[in-house]
């Protein structure tokens, strides 16, 4: 009897300690400071690209990096042990525990880039700025037109691609190629330079292509246009509601 008593007393404190230990890891004030940990994290990694600064506190940098870590590694065994097996039924919890645990491995101190991705964690705490919510609700419901922008540019491309090779493919190396074709019709499409650079010297030996670099130019205009109008109507609409 004594020793099922005493059996029931720490079962007792171990579901008290879980309760009290899940109450802080959900409070409001634990987010808080995880979130200006994440912070001063973003801070720290910047400062460790620049090398004047990395220059003169290297280690000092280092050291904080890693303690910023320990305490990332400490929050997920907190919060595991705290709400037990239902901590991987939450779709944010899993998540951070996936940036954690890629930005801990051993060699992840090698590649700034692999720690960069705990600063994706700031995403978990857009639910708590309302503003910031609307703002990914409406960025939500954009992906489906954007991606059916990218499949009718993919097209509008694909057959420019097609025509660019057959018309000036023997004569200009930009157009040698399906791929060259492609990445021509980026340029042109970014308007990065493509009157100079492409443009004018196709035109010079085929006076007529104009013909093809504007049609190609306004068909990317009206696909784009379209894309935002219907974006804005669909921002507009949210907002209102």
Known sequence: MAKSKQKLKVKD??????????????GKNFDL??????????????????DWVSFRFDTGL?????LFMGIFIVEMLMKIYAEGRSFFKNSWNVFDFVIVAVSSVPFASAFIV????????LLKY??????????MDIFAKMVPNFVAMLAVLAVF?????????????????????FG????????????????????????????ESWLFFVAFIFGCFLIVISFLMTALIQAVNAVKK
């Not at 404190?13 to 959900?26: C, H, M, N, Q, S």
């Not at 980026?186 to 004018?200: I, K, M, N, P």
Request: no cysteine; glycine share 4%; net charge positive.
């Open 13 to 26: 404190y171990l579901f008290e300690d879980k309760r009290k230990l899940k109450t802080l890891v959900t």
């Open 33 to 50: 400071f995880i979130m200006s940990i994440i912070l001063a994290d973003a801070l720290v990694l910047g400062l460790m690209t620049s």
């Open 62 to 66: 280092f050291l904080l990096d890693r």
């Open 114 to 121: 692999l720690r960069t991705f705990r600063l994706f964690r």
């Open 126 to 135: 857009i639910d708590k700025f309302s503003h910031l919510k609307i703002m």
């Open 157 to 177: 491309f694909y057959v420019f691609a097609i025509i660019g090779v057959n018309l000036y493919g023997g004569v200009f190396a930009e157009f040698a190629t």
């Open 180 to 207: 060259s074709a492609l990445f021509t019709l980026l340029q042109t499409f970014t308007l990065d330079g493509w009157a100079s650079a492409v443009a004018r010297p196709v035109m010079a030996f085929f006076p």
